[in-house]
């Protein structure tokens, strides 16, 4: 089913078939000179998909405010229609990542239909034991999965197993995890004591994991919990991952580490150990800021992907990593944002297919330093822009997503379908 009508989409391209043809005949013949075929290079960029966060698709807001853009999705069907449009113009999001209960749904064989009317699947399921639902019976203030009291965190395992029924009727094959369980002073919480409840709640949640399935593990430094947070890095989340089993696994997500962490050791920590989940890819510049991927370290990002690529490369047993993206749109159009994201991941991953492994390798057993850190630059400092303009004009995409959206008038539209909603707090709760 068509969101933006294919003409639009060709005639906007038409205008630039002959510049992305010349521009990606002349990358193509500098990699030739690297010994790298760009053809190569641009298939295997077509093979990566990257989730969309269906919370992503509304105005996210912070803490302080939220001023909600106009055609706000209403309910779960209206994000997937968003993430619809992204997939249609910019062919790299094959896959929705849902959030229960934010996604609340009478018919959830009917959901799996629309999306894949779209050309969508569906990535993990999150839950939350984060923010209190309407009528339960016991609150997350004080914690959920780590929670002193049994009945909370009977009632936080509870709601985790049933995100996994939901999730198999979805077809997702992954349940992420994370909780904001912690503590606000020094002396309110046992540490230990709350990691050990944490893990044994866990270990519930990892029994009712259906065959095929794995539990995502995502840590996060601070916030909500501002002294002290259970799952508060790799370490824990390791910890934790590796007690319950090998199907559970660590995710990484780029805004919920300590400023100047080496984001991209701890992938390959992560990797080495056969215990990386996959990525909630954002950008930040001071802590969880979830801004657009790539908006403010897009070398960080190509160094996290330099990690996988080295690990695919060598063919590390095992290695299968989730993408997705986790982001917060506050002053765009989410699904400008998201589209741009998504693209920021292909390049980056492109870029990183660049590195001459070969000359990396010989440069790091030489110890030379220079040559290597020259080598690794390479790759990013090409621009790959024509293949992924190739790679969305050939999908039946747009070669420039944003202006062919805007060009669509697909945000007027869906603004006279969809009543304004009220500004208000925070979150993704639609
Ligand atoms: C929270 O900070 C985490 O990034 C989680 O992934 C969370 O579930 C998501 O951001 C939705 O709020
Ligand atoms: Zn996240
Ligand atoms: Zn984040
Ligand atoms: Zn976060």
Not at 132 to 156: I, V
Not at 192 to 197: D, I, P, W
Not at 229 to 234: A, E, G, P, R, S
Not at 318 to 346: C, K, R, W
Request: include cysteine.
């Amino acid at each position: 089913m068509h969101l933006i009508d294919p003409d639009l989409i060709q005639e906007h391209n038409g205008h630039q078939l002959q510049h992305v043809a010349r521009d990606y005949a002349h990358l193509g013949e500098q990699l030739a000179r690297r010994g790298i075929d760009v053809d190569a290079v641009r298939q295997r960029v077509a093979a990566l998909g990257v989730a969309l966060p269906s919370w992503g698709v509304g105005t996210g807001g912070t803490r302080f405010a939220r001023f909600p853009g106009p055609g706000e999705p209403r309910h779960v069907f209206d994000k997937l229609q968003d993430c619809g449009v992204i997939q249609q113009l910019a062919r790299a999001t094959p896959t929705v990542s849902l959030h229960i209960p934010w996604d609340q749904c009478s018919d959830w064989s009917a959901l799996r239909e629309t999306a894949s009317g779209y050309g969508l699947g569906f990535d993990a399921i999150n839950s939350n034991t984060f923010s209190d639902q309407r009528g339960q019976a016991h609150s997350y203030k004080f914690g959920s999965l780590s929670h002193s009291d049994a009945g909370t965190r009977e009632q936080a395992v509870a709601h985790n197993v049933e995100c996994i029924r939901i999730g198999q009727r979805l077809g997702s094959r992954a349940l992420t995890v994370w909780v904001g369980d912690g503590s606000n002073f020094p002396g309110q919480q046992h540490l230990r004591r709350a990691f050990e409840r944490y893990l044994e709640s866990a270990r519930q949640i990892y029994q009712a994991l259906p065959d095929g399935w794995r539990m995502f593990l995502e840590h996060k430094l601070c916030e909500p919990a501002f002294y002290s947070t259970v799952i508060q890095d790799w370490g824990s989340s390791y910890l934790a991952a590796s007690a319950l089993g090998p199907r559970a696994q660590c995710l990484v997500d780029l805004g919920h580490h300590a400023p100047s962490v080496n984001i991209e050791m701890i992938v390959a920590r992560l990797i080495g150990a056969g215990k990386l989940a996959g990525f909630h890819f954002n950008d930040s510049k001071y802590g969880d800021d979830d801004l657009d991927a790539g908006s403010v370290a897009p070398y960080r990002l190509f160094l996290v992907f330099n990690e996988l690529v080295a690990a695919a490369h060598e063919g590390v047993a095992g290695f299968a990593p989730a993408y997705m993206l986790d982001q917060s749109h506050n002053v765009t159009d989410p699904i400008e944002s998201l589209m741009g994201s998504a693209a920021q991941v292909q390049r980056s991953y492109a870029q990183a297919l660049l590195v001459e492994r070969d000359l990396l390798d010989a440069a790091q057993d030489a110890n030379d330093a220079l040559l290597a850190s020259q080598t690794l630059k390479r790759g990013f400092e090409t621009d790959v822009t024509p293949i992924l303009q190739r790679l969305r004009l050939d999908a039946g995409g747009a070669i420039d997503p944003v202006a062919a959206y805007r060009a669509s008038g697909y945000r007027a539209r869906v603004a006279r379908e969809r009543p304004a909603r009220t500004a208000g707090g925070s979150s993704g709760i639609v």
